[in-house]
């Protein structure tokens, strides 16, 4: 019933930024960012609560990334600055539709984007 649509991503080198956006339809509370590097399981990275009074983001990218809302456009962002090499994964918007009290798990998700491909060069 939610669709989300993911854009932002692309090749970048080492340092640099980017920003990804996520489109929702329909009712959301939480919405978050996991990713998912080729051969690996798929990992929170960043999530924001209903009211955006909260934030919460994995240690790896605590202070190099942003997770931000705009309620008028159902529109969650992640500003990535600093990017590593490691952080190239595909990156997947997620939406709770329920207020879950915490971010970090896929179970508390109910709806997920199509992915968009990040890739940071050394």
């Known amino acids: 019933q939610v669709q989300l649509v993911e854009s932002g991503g692309g090749l970048v080198q080492a340092g640099d930024s980017l920003r990804l956006s996520c489109v929702a339809s329909g009712r959301t509370y939480a919405m978050g960012w996991f990713r998912q590097a080729s051969g690996k399981e798929r990992e929170f990275v960043a999530g924001i609560s209903w009211s955006a009074g909260r934030t919460d983001y994995a240690d790896s990218v605590k202070g190099r990334f942003t997770i931000s809302r705009d309620y008028a456009k159902n529109t969650v962002y992640l500003r990535m600055n600093s990017l590593k090499p490691e952080d190239t994964a595909v990156y997947y918007c997620?939406?709770?539709?329920?207020?879950?009290?915490?971010?970090?798990?896929?179970?508390?998700?109910?709806?997920w984007g199509q992915g968009t491909q990040v890739t940071v060069s050394s």
């Open positions: 997620a939406v709770q539709t329920y207020p879950s009290g915490t971010y970090y798990s896929t179970d508390t998700y109910d709806y």
